[in-house]
């Protein structure tokens, strides 16, 4: 189920393209917020990549993009089998199995994903 939604996140982020598995959380959040949700785990996930030890997302209250992750870890399935929320962090949820998040990371930081580089200006 993670490597799903990991593929669909991806593919709307990179082509607006929208699985059925996403038409409900649209519904939920908006276009727009699912669109920095997705920039958010996608990037967390390539992360994961290079890490020796998962590490959690921080999820800061007053934070929107962070509020409308929580949403959707309680409405809709797609991320609730995926992720959860504890306290004010994301981890995966417990049914995902260490295979299951190494065909994520693989997939998104090996394969499908190179964030932009950054720009850095001169004053």
């Not at 669109?35 to 934070?63: A, C």
């Not at 399935?77 to 199995?97: G, I, M, R």
């Given at each position: 189920?993670?490597?799903?939604l990991?593929?669909?996140l991806?593919?709307?982020?990179?082509?607006?393209?929208?699985?059925?598995?996403?038409?409900?959380?649209?519904?939920l959040?908006?276009?727009r917020n699912?669109?920095?949700?997705?920039l958010?785990?996608?990037d967390?996930i390539?992360?994961?990549?290079v890490?020796?030890?998962?590490?959690n997302?921080?999820?800061?209250p007053?934070?929107?993009?962070?509020?409308?992750?929580?949403l959707?870890?309680?409405?809709?399935p797609?991320?609730?089998?995926?992720?959860?929320?504890v306290?004010?962090y994301?981890?995966?949820n417990?049914?995902?199995?260490e295979?299951e998040?190494?065909?994520?990371?693989?997939?998104?930081?090996?394969?499908?994903?190179?964030?932009?580089?950054?720009?850095?200006?001169r004053?």
């Amino acid at each position: 189920m993670l490597l799903e939604l990991m593929k669909d996140l991806l593919l709307f982020k990179q082509a607006d393209i929208q699985s059925p598995a996403l038409y409900s959380a649209i519904r939920l959040v908006g276009r727009r917020n699912l669109f920095i949700i997705s920039l958010n785990l996608i990037d967390w996930i390539k992360v994961e990549g290079v890490r020796k030890k998962t590490r959690n997302l921080d999820l800061w209250p007053d934070i929107p993009w962070c509020e409308n992750l929580r949403l959707l870890i309680v409405k809709n399935p797609e991320f609730s089998q995926s992720f959860k929320v504890v306290k004010n962090y994301l981890t995966y949820n417990d049914k995902v199995t260490e295979e299951e998040r190494q065909k994520a990371i693989e997939y998104i930081a090996k394969h499908n994903y190179t964030p932009p580089p950054l720009i850095s200006l001169r004053r």
